[in-house]
């Protein structure tokens, strides 16, 4: 019996694992954007459900999950670079309450648009052939999906890291979050930043919710909980704090898919009670500085 | 850098309610001016239900803007109170038995304690962190009564709620006919007000329009700000549980969406389209939301498209909302 229940929590672990992945895509968007502009983005769940909904309607076209997965970030980009030019940008001057309304709005007309097109009942979805059945790995079958999942997610976040860190334009971007007034004197367009970084945030929200689709089923109010949960992440982990995001994420996953094990009834309750006590200790998140909480 | 440019000019979209009014009159007696407003409702809403939907959400929105207009903390999550109120109320004439008296004191309470619990929480955060972990918390909440079906009904919602009739001494009011309804809810709504009002005027209003203004100011003054935040967001709870206590007299039932986020969205989009920090705001904001919902229902099942584009509109053009604007035109 030790031995099956071990197995069965390994399962959960990895299985909290692929689940966590997820909410690091999540929170990596929206820790990015608020990091360079200051922007809680109130419709990154929609950004979530509407890249589901276009990757699999671009899967539905074209019939390639690989084409599915280039055109969902390259779409919802696009998306992000028109709501940031038209409706973010003329609020950057007022209290950062405004633009936090207005992605607020932009999230329930994304909502809806997806009832009107797609319809409110959801739409059945499931992993490429590729990906479909388990593989063994020591004595438990996991589903092939959720690791193509994580290996997604390190890819990216690698891919991220690396740009933020390594290119002359991540350069930009860093010191544009630290003090635009100075990158502007030294004749760098933050206009351009501010763009091209909503855009990434948008397309990494978009992608995590196209390999979502797969797992947690596709219906237009799939963003609302993933937004709050993400929101649980970033309190954790720390506003504006990527390695603290990616942390509490994977450890998020983990704790919600071990909880649901045991006792099924708190899994939803469980992360509340945590980011709860997180707040209690240290109000700015485990990862976080006092000044980006105030 | 940006962030004081950002604060000092929203200070100014704002300010609303500060400077005299020209109308001394009703600015003076402004609970008597929105009782005698409030009261000729049912004469100029289509149906009652629409009259009695306004005085109930516009009280909701009052109670929000308290936090959000006045100290100038954006919640996300005042759909927790709101339910809260209505919750408390229900529960206590179901599961208690209480009198409606009671059952309302009830909701209230329970309003007022989820408030000093989220709120406690909350405000040791502030800033945009501030509307994250109040949504978080609400949500929190509404999945505690979505699961807990054995008292709450689940997600099919609290029902047999019936206050069919209140006798008051020689008073006897059937609750069955739409008018007396209106009029019963209505003394609750004008005793709000007056209490809204009254805090307004004390040093303690004066204490969170200092805030709202500019922090590091106030508590260089000296004011304990954890406190006084914490107070107005329990006050502000409270005046919402009490606006969710009457709809669930209303009602009969109470429905598991009164706790969900998009209640919480509702009374932001009321409060902003009225106009945030105006005494009398919420109530045209809640007035047109609720009449614009009535209008298009009628013609599309996709109200809240609607309305997103609307209230999006509103934050773009309109930054100090209908009545606001109306207020900053007559002021100048």
Sequence with gaps: MGD????????QFLTGLALGCIFVLVATGLTLIFGLLNVVNFAHGAFYATGAYLGVFAFGLTGSFWISLVAVPLGMAALGMAIEKFLLRPLYGLDPSYPLLATFGVGYVLVELIRILFG????PFSAPGAFRGSVLLGDISFPRYRIFVMCATVALLTALWLFIEKTSYGLIVRAGAKSPEIVEVLGVDTSKVWLLVFAIGTAVAGLAGFLAAPMRGV?????????IEAFVVTVVGGMGSLAGAV????????????????????????????????LLVRPQGLFGRLDAAR | MRLIAVQTQCNEASLVDERPSPFGWPERHRVLVSAAVLAALPAVAPHPALAINILIYGLFATGFNLLFGYTGLLSLGHAAFFGAGAYGCGLAIVALHLPWYAAILGGIAFAAL?????G????????????MVTLALAQCLYFIFYQWTSVTGGESGLRGVSVPAIDLGPLHLSLLDPL???YFLLFFVVLALAAFSRILESPFGAVIEGIRENENRARASGYALRSTKWMSFVLSAAFCGLAGALNTIHLGIVSIDTLFYTTSGTVVMMTVLGGMGTYFGPFIGAALFLCLEDLTTNWTSHWQLIAGLIFIACVRFFPAGVWGSLLERIRK
Excluded: C, H, Q
């Design chain 1, 247 to 278: 942390i509490a994420g994977l450890a998020m996953g983990v704790i919600i898919s071990i909880t649901s094990f045991f006792a099924a009834d708190f899994s939803n309750v469980v992360m509340f009670a945590i980011m709860a006590a997180v």
């Design chain 2, 114 to 118: 989820a408030g000093a619990v989220i």
């Design chain 1, 120 to 123: 409110t009942d959801g739409i």
């Design chain 2, 180 to 182: 007396s309804k209106f």
């Design chain 1, 219 to 227: 219906i237009p109010e799939m963003g609302v909980n993933v937004l």
């Design chain 1, 4 to 11: 099956v229940s071990l197995g069965l929590l390994e399962l």
């Design chain 2, 120 to 131: 406690g929480l909350a405000i040791r955060t502030s800033g945009v962190y501030f509307g």
